[in-house]
């Protein structure tokens, strides 16, 4: 099982975005686009996957900020870090 990704503490290159499935958003830990069209992404939960061109639509990245007192980066919508964040942990 793979490990939950912190919205509040993100991995060094990543990049969080929103992606459009037919009639639903889904977000995203990091996304990817490939040279061959594909769409490679990594889920809050660790896992990852990879969608061909024809089963997603618009692919709009989140931005992200630096917290410069500790050095790492994270969602900067507080709404998104809370929501995403891993369960039953109290926000930072």
Same mark, same amino acid.
């Given at each position: 099982?793979?490990?939950?990704?912190?919205?509040?503490?993100?991995?060094?290159?990543?990049?969080?975005?929103?992606?459009?499935?037919?009639?639903?958003?889904?977000? #995203?830990? +990091?996304?990817?686009? &490939?040279?061959?069209?594909?769409? /490679?992404?990594? !889920?809050?939960?660790?896992?990852? $996957?990879?969608?061909?061109?024809?089963?997603?639509?618009?692919?709009?990245?989140?931005?992200?900020?630096? #917290?410069? +007192?500790?050095?790492? &980066?994270?969602?900067?919508?507080? /709404?998104?870090? !809370?929501?995403?964040?891993?369960? $039953?942990?109290?926000?930072?």
């Amino acid at each position: 099982m793979s490990d939950r990704i912190d919205p509040r503490d993100l991995p060094s290159g990543f990049s969080p975005a929103f992606i459009e499935l037919r009639d639903t958003l889904v977000c #995203v830990a +990091d996304a990817t686009l &490939r040279d061959s069209g594909w769409l /490679e992404f990594t !889920e809050w939960t660790g896992a990852k $996957g990879l969608l061909p061109p024809r089963e997603c639509g618009r692919v709009k990245f989140v931005p992200t900020e630096l #917290v410069e +007192d500790e050095f790492r &980066r994270r969602l900067a919508d507080a /709404e998104l870090r !809370e929501e995403y964040r891993p369960n $039953g942990e109290v926000s930072r």
